[in-house]
């Protein structure tokens, strides 16, 4: 019988357990339909989800199918929870994610099917609640399709054109459907195992419609994994039973786990044995003496398992994309032993890893590090039902980052008497959210490979704290350049001392970057109330997509930093008199905007922390000194092997002259309006983010300057058109503008969609609407280019300032307009400028190639509906047989 883990996955109140209770009956799981509302759910287990009518804690039941066993994992949807969820997609072998007829693809939809996305996990749709008013299958279809893959097809239509729809999806499909007119369910069933096709199915779980469907649909499209014969597990989930005996949720995902068999941790960490194993249906559970590959089970006698593990073959997890963005300090009542308290908490970290308990001895107080509001108050709640623990918390604090802004080198020393390590490392800079990178190039001949893997596992294991206000670094690379030991008097804890205090010089030597943490939001309020909501937004340094309008209320979209949307939710409610909604949710680390009242707030100093030193440790006349971290670099034993400073040219050095290459020079040759905004603004230089101000303590006699040069911007070239300012410098665009404008603009529109598709950059077409009186502004698609219009009191020119300075942290971009100020604020931002006159002439030499390749092919593909396109495909077949 075929094995399959499936997944529950939905924003919260999308119906996602009244899904999960309708499959169980429908499947004959259980005899008696529950609901969530009356607090009977089946898979509503805890007495915290019955009351709040949520789910906190992934669940598991077995639905036995006719050729099929599913095995049911019911995930938290509240966005406070979502690190649970996204533990648990790790092992499943496919997902049907929930999204509600009525509210469509919400903010925590797009943040799990991007979860689904980089897990790989391959996912059928169910669109619930489609007896309410307002829930338009045709609509909801199109959206799906639009925000998250044209890959959704709706498995309710007729068979044909199922069949013609998915089999666009693939080439097999397309081949298969042109010879049979039908596609099989095994070529449909690879296609969904490849993230090609999403299968939606419509329906309302709570009157047991289209549930039927979606279970035939799971037994015939579900992919399953094929498993090895070696043994291999995947930890999910940590929990107790009620008798408090700790349990090890796990999948199988290759051989079998037998009772009593002998389970290692990562690198042997921890070798214990499997005492039971128990497969869970909701809260009842079954003891079986294997688990074959593919068994969801719950393991007994494991006592240093932790989620996320993998087991045999599995490799480790490297840890959750979401994680907590506030910090909060535990109030213990009156009488409470503190370390009794962290003992009670370490127990429920086992559970939830990223509370990262921490216990500050200098300061005597515990932190947790907590999603929202939600998960603190389910937090008061266990730790009182199952300690009889009565804390409180205080005001959550943000939760900072910290990073730097170019490459550093970091020398740790430790030589106290008999013992000795020296490590030299690179630190480099790396791109938002991609964490801590570890790597070495030592030679061996100067360290062995022994000491070198012991450095980098020291470098794994402690989180490593920043110097600016003592926040845990992130997005960098940690390179190991060189090393020593003593032949005698060496220890592996020797180099623990060398290798925490290089890391702490090297970021006291560099230029530290703040990174705050950001939301992205859904506002949804009445239409009145959206100029005031805009303001507080761009008084918060928010960022806002243009208003899209439903019926009487409008949605915004965006992001802005944690600090000052955290309580937003409570003002938005009292001006809209409890008619708006703010949706949260983890957007990353951004460069904090005002980096120097931060520091000086926290008050943080770094030579104050102990714990932390950047300063090393040598040995002379047979006894250890200090040495502070700022002459450590004059002191070193080896040498790191690399100089980050820049090479000077000689000054009789002729200049080699330039090659001409397509607007390659274009800002060089803006000589004298570059001449002009340097004197007045200062050297022009590509900007990935504000420049933090120099660090408040002293730099040590003699130590050099490090500049960093900033990256080449990869990826597709961007374009931005000032619209109205082209039309009036072309002739014949002004004088069809003098009887329509309208006709110019569009004139304009087909002129840039054959460049675009020409020259295969991305093309901005921004015109300015700031006199129409109430206008939101808007970004449609035109053809495939992008067509801006202005809200209401912005130009153009403000509008390409702020596009021109985000899109050119990543790529090439150029801006074609004649506007002088214009031309200012492009080279400040290391764009490039192309006039009027220079871009007619580049578009009339585009236009001449595409008219030779027209008449070399006499004529031009052009689109078709789908169905046209396949019959004709057919006639050709048929023509060439």
């Known amino acids: 019988m075929k094995k399959l883990v499936i997944g529950i996955l939905a924003h919260v109140d999308a119906g996602k357990t009244t899904l999960s209770e309708a499959l169980l009956y429908e499947s004959g799981a259980i005899r008696r339909l529950g609901r969530v509302d009356h607090k009977d759910a089946f898979l509503d287990t805890d007495a915290m989800e019955r009351e709040r009518g949520i789910t906190i804690f992934s669940k598991q039941a077995v639905l036995p199918l006719e050729d099929t066993e599913v095995t049911l994992l019911d995930t938290p949807g509240h966005v406070d929870f979502s690190a649970e969820t996204e533990r648990t997609l790790r092992v499943l072998d496919c997902a049907v994610l929930v999204v509600s007829g009525t509210d469509g693809v919400q903010a925590h939809t797009r943040t799990l099917w991007r979860l ?58 397309l081949e298969e459907f042109l010879e049979t007119g039908a596609v099989t369910d095994g070529t449909l069933r690879q296609l969904v195992g490849e993230r090609a096709l999403f299968p939606c199915f419509f329906g309302s779980a709570l009157k047991l419609e289209g549930v039927k469907a979606l279970l035939e649909g799971l037994e015939r499209y579900a992919p399953a994994p094929a498993y090895p014969a070696e043994f291999g597990a995947r930890v999910y989930k940590i929990s107790r039973d009620g008798q408090g005996a700790r349990l ?34 909701g809260a009842k559970f079954k003891t079986v003496e294997e688990a074959p590959a593919g068994t969801v089970v719950a393991v007994t006698g494991l006592s240093r398992s932790l989620p996320g593990e993998g087991l045999g073959f599995e490799g480790q997890w490297t840890g959750p994309v979401l994680s907590p963005v506030l910090t909060y300090q535990v109030q213990l009542a009156e009488g409470t032993d503190p370390h009794t308290a962290l003992m009670k908490l370490r127990q429920l970290e086992e559970e939830d890893p990223q509370l990262h308990v921490s216990w500050s001895e200098a300061a005597k107080e515990l932190r947790v590090q907590l999603m929202g509001e939600v998960q603190l108050e389910i937090l008061g709640r266990l730790l009182r039902d199952r300690f009889g623990m009565e804390v409180t918390f205080g005001t959550g604090a943000i939760l900072y980052r910290e990073t730097i802004a170019a490459p550093a080198i970091g020398i740790g020393h430790f030589e106290p008497l008999r013992h000795y390590a020296e490590v030299h490392l690179l630190l480099e800079p790396l791109p938002r959210g991609s964490g801590l990178v570890f790597a070495s190039r030592c030679p061996e001949d100067q360290l062995d490979r022994n000491w070198q893997r012991l450095i980098l596992t020291h470098l794994a294991e402690k989180e490593h704290l920043g110097v600016l206000t003592g926040s845990p670094i992130t997005d960098l690379k940690i390179t190991l350049l060189a090393g020593r030991a003593h032949d005698k008097h060496t220890e592996g804890g020797d180099f623990r001392q060398a290798t925490y205090r290089a890391v702490r010089q090297g970021l006291m030597s560099a230029q530290s970057v703040l990174l705050e943490p950001w939301y992205t939001f859904r506002l949804e309020l009445p239409a009145a109330q959206v100029g005031r909501a805009i303001s507080d937004l761009q008084r918060m340094n928010g960022e806002t997509d243009p208003p899209e309008t439903f019926g009487e209320e409008t949605v915004l979209t965006g992001a802005a930093p944690v600090a000052a949307l955290r309580d937003y939710a409570r003002e938005v409610t009292a001006y809209t008199r409890g008619q708006g909604r703010l949706f949260c949710q983890s957007g990353g680390y951004r460069p904090c905007a005002d980096q120097a009242a931060v520091v000086e707030a926290l008050g943080y100093d770094p030579d104050r922390d102990v714990e932390n030193t950047a300063d090393s440790v040598f040995c002379t006349h047979g006894a250890g000194y200090n040495v502070k971290w700022d002459q450590v670099p004059a002191m070193a034993h080896v040498s790191s092997g690399l100089s980050l400073e820049e090479e000077e040219a000689p000054e009789d050095t002729a200049p080699q002259p330039r090659q001409a290459m397509d607007y ?101 077409l921004v015109f300015d609407a700031y006199k129409v009186k109430g206008g939101q502004g808007s970004v449609e698609k035109y053809h495939n280019i992008r067509l801006v219009y202005t809200k209401e009191a912005e130009t153009a020119d403000a509008y390409i300032e702020r596009a021109t300075y985000e899109i050119g942290k990543h790529h090439r971009v150029r801006v074609a307009t004649s506007d002088g100020p214009e031309q200012l604020i492009i080279l400040g931002h290391g764009a490039l400028r192309l006039s009027a006159s220079a871009f007619r002439a580049e578009v009339e030499e585009v236009q001449g190639r595409i008219a030779d390749v027209l008449a070399q092919n006499n004529r031009a593909a052009g689109s078709r509906p789908v169905r046209a396109a396949l019959e004709k495909a057919q006639q050709e077949k048929e023509d060439a047989t």
């Not at 790989?120 to 893959?149: H, S, Y």
């Not at 949720?249 to 290759?254: P, Y």
């Not at 340097?678 to 002293?698: C, H, I, L, M, N």
């Not at 009036?728 to 969609?753: G, Q, T, V, Y």
Request: with cysteine; charged share 30%; hydrophobic share 35%.
């Open 116 to 173: 689904l996305e980089r897990y790989g996990v391959p996912v059928l749709l169910f669109v619930n609640k489609m007896d309410l008013a307002g829930a338009d299958r045709t609509a909801v279809l199109e959206e799906l399709r639009q925000r998250l893959g044209a890959g959704c097809v709706d498995f309710g239509a007729a068979p044909e054109q199922v069949a013609e729809e998915a089999a666009v999806c693939g080439e097999a499909a």
């Open 664 to 764: 390659a020079g274009t800002l060089a040759q803006d000589k004298e309006l570059q001449s002009i905004f340097e004197r007045t603004y200062g050297p022009v230089k590509q900007r990935s983010f504000q420049p933090p101000p120099k660090p408040r303590r002293p730099v040590s006699e003699g130590a050099e300057e490090k500049r960093s040069i900033p990256p080449r911007p990869t990826g597709p070239e961007y374009l931005l058109v000032d619209g109205y300012n082209i039309i009036f410098a072309w002739d014949e665009l002004k004088a069809i503008a003098r009887e329509n404008l309208d006709a110019a603009r569009k004139a304009l529109c087909d002129i840039l969609c054959n460049y675009q598709g020409y020259r295969k950059c991305r093309v901005i």
């Open 248 to 281: 090890t949720h796990l999948k199988v995902t290759g051989g079998t786990l037998r009772v009593k068999d002998l389970l290692r941790g990562p690198g042997g960490a921890w070798e214990e044995k499997a005492d039971q194993l128990r497969i869970y249906s």
